[in-house]
């Protein structure tokens, strides 16, 4: 049976809160340097997107609010209990990958 697009919209939004409890709050180890790495986006990609989105819907948002929303608290305060300085290895990674580098 197929979804409606309601349910899409639901599910699809679960899928979203599901992510963010996972990166968040389940993996706060995983740096967003590592997610840049691996997958090509991070926490704050998630929240420019989210931004992004909002917007396009005319609901005006800061890049902080959405940081916000996304990490479930200030940046500053997520940053401060979870994110590492990143590493040589990491930046010579992230590095590479960068148009025109590797």
Do not use: S
Request: glycine share 6%; with cysteine; net charge negative.
């Amino acid at each position: 049976m197929a979804a409606t697009d309601h349910e899409t919209t639901a599910i699809e939004a679960d899928v979203f809160r599901r992510l963010l409890q996972h990166l968040m709050r389940d993996r706060p180890d995983v740096q967003n340097i590592d997610l840049m790495i691996g997958a090509g986006f991070c926490r704050n990609c998630l929240a420019d997107w989210y931004r992004e989105a909002a917007e396009a819907r005319g609901i005006a948002m800061t890049k902080d609010e959405a940081r916000e929303t996304v990490y479930g608290e200030p940046l500053a305060q997520w940053k401060a209990r979870h994110q590492r300085e990143a590493t040589q290895e990491q930046l010579a990674a992230f590095a590479a990958l960068q148009p025109g580098k590797g």
